[in-house]
């Protein structure tokens, strides 16, 4: 699968799931491998692989609400040490700050 199909079915999913508007604020950037660590990445057209991480960055419009969802998850469903790590000071982070 292409980073731009996993974007087509993530767009389609909150369209039909959530009655999600056509128009977004943004364009989405789904990324692997290096994709996922670039900001702005706009490409969406490599080829996802087994051992990538994925970083999904949607934003859907509802009645002139926009909201962003930004997800970050491995290819084949299982971190790897290194991700896993990575992840969970990310993580970490994150509560810090919501806290």
């Known amino acids: ?6 974007d087509s079915i993530l767009r389609h999913y909150c369209e039909q799931k959530y009655f999600c508007g056509k128009v977004q604020p943004y364009q989405p950037i789904v990324g ?3 994709g996922a660590a670039t900001l ?4 969406n057209d490599k080829v996802i692989k087994d051992g990538d991480t994925l970083l999904t960055d949607h934003a859907h419009g509802v009645h002139h609400y926009a909201s962003d969802i930004t997800s970050c998850f491995p290819a084949n469903g ?4 290194k991700q896993r790590e990575i992840y969970e000071i990310v993580l970490r982070a994150s509560r810090a700050v919501l806290d």
């Open 78 to 81: 299982k971190f790897t040490q």
């Open 40 to 43: 702005h990445y706009h490409d």
């Open 32 to 34: 692997c491998g290096h």
């Open 1 to 6: 699968m292409r980073e731009m199909q996993l």
